[in-house]
């Protein structure tokens, strides 16, 4: 079992930033891929990043060269930077961990919306 739990969203205005944390606990060992995904109203969840155990990351094209995911395995935790936010970026911002047997692990979510 590994437990997530997200912080640091907000209301930002367009063009600023926030930085979304993801801590974790129990089995972290066993987590192959940490991910951030996000919804926003009457919409489907969205892949936003990823980071693997390796440390490879991905981004969706409406995160590439705004968005960095990364990890600080001494914190058992994963960043999402989010840079040049826009009103379309406005969602609720998931963490999600998959381990080894391809168990998805979910956090309760955190609200970033960017109005003026």
């Known amino acids: 079992q590994v437990q997530l739990v997200e912080s640091g969203g907000g209301l930002v205005q367009p063009g600023g930033s926030l930085r979304l944390s993801c801590a974790a606990s129990g089995s972290i060992f066993s987590v192959e891929h940490w991910n951030w995904y996000r919804q926003a109203p009457g919409k489907q969840r969205e892949l936003v990043a990823t980071i693997t155990r390796g440390g490879s990351t991905n981004y969706a094209d409406s995160a590439k060269g705004r968005f960095t995911i990364s990890r600080d395995n001494a914190k058992n935790t994963v960043y999402l930077q989010m840079n040049s936010l826009k009103p379309e970026d406005t969602a609720v911002y998931y963490c999600?961990?998959?381990?080894?047997?391809?168990?998805?692990?979910w956090g309760q979510g955190t609200q970033v919306t960017v109005s003026s």
């Open positions: 999600k961990a998959e381990d080894l047997d391809v168990r998805n692990y």
